[in-house]
């Protein structure tokens, strides 16, 4: 599977990278691992937990918002 970070998340996929000292691509493997560790979840709030930051929240969503979107696409 394959897709393109929109140009608008990558400046910030790329800060989470460097923060953590990884790649991009394993950033965004964790972000949507643990997105999808906590899809289950009951509630929203269990998810934003899972951050520290909150900008790894809204990384997270949109990371989240891409695989979505990605899996809508393959669907259609």
């Known amino acids: 599977m394959s897709f393109d970070i929109p140009a608008s ?3 910030r ?3 989470y ?3 953590l000292h990884i790649t991009a691509d394993e950033a965004i493997l ?3 691992q643990v ?3 906590h899809a289950s979840s009951s509630s929203p709030k269990d998810i934003v937990g899972a951050f520290s930051t909150a900008n790894e929240v809204e990384v997270m ?3 989240l918002n891409l695989a979505m979107e990605d899996r ?3 669907n259609s």
Do not use: F, T
């Open 35 to 37: 997105g999808l560790d």
């Open 72 to 74: 809508v696409r393959r």
């Open 17 to 19: 990278a460097a923060s």
């Open 9 to 11: 998340i990558e400046p």
């Open 61 to 63: 969503d949109q990371a």
């Open 30 to 32: 964790r972000l949507l």
């Open 13 to 15: 996929v790329q800060q």
